[in-house]
């Protein structure tokens, strides 16, 4: 068996038990990409769910009653900034979801997100609260 044919029959083992984490992670490494590109794409991910809770934001506003363009929005928030919470975890990335959790009134899933946000690589944000 070739190294082609063994990485396809692991992509799909993975995708079958449902191991994104670690379908990801064999990913880049099939791919070769380097640290500061994974960062870099788990940012432009960020960057783009942020986008999509401004629109959303920008439209509630317009109206009082959430539109479907409004729940797609945030769909797309929370989708983008899952993506890039897979990829490398951030504050910014938990908050920018969070947010877009609390505009589709899914507040337990909403205030997971902050805290996980406060203990993001094992360390504690004090000033975030204080």
Same mark, same amino acid.
């Given at each position: 068996m070739d190294s082609t044919s063994k990485s396809e029959e692991m992509i799909?083992?993975?995708?079958q038990e449902g191991n994104d984490e670690q379908l990801v992670?064999? /990913?880049?490494?099939l791919i070769d990409l380097d640290q500061g590109k994974i960062q870099e794409r788990a @940012?432009?991910?960020?960057q783009l769910g942020e986008r999509y809770v401004v629109l959303a934001a920008?439209?509630?506003?317009?109206?009082?009653?959430?539109?479907?363009?409004? #729940?797609s929005w945030c769909k797309e928030a929370i989708d983008s900034c899952s993506s890039a /919470? #897979?990829? /490398?975890?951030? &504050? &910014?990335?938990y908050? !920018? $979801?969070a947010l877009a959790y609390f505009m589709q009134?899914? @507040?337990e899933e909403a205030l997971a997100? !902050?805290? !996980?946000?406060? $203990?993001?690589?094992?360390?504690r944000n004090t000033e975030v609260i204080s």
């Open positions: 799909a083992q993975l995708i992670r064999l /990913i880049f490494a @940012d432009l991910l960020t920008s439209q509630s506003l317009k109206s009082d009653q959430a539109s479907e363009l409004t #729940k /919470i #897979k990829l /490398i975890p951030t &504050r &910014r990335s908050l !920018c $979801r009134n899914q @507040d997100d !902050c805290e !996980c946000a406060l $203990r993001v690589n094992g360390e």
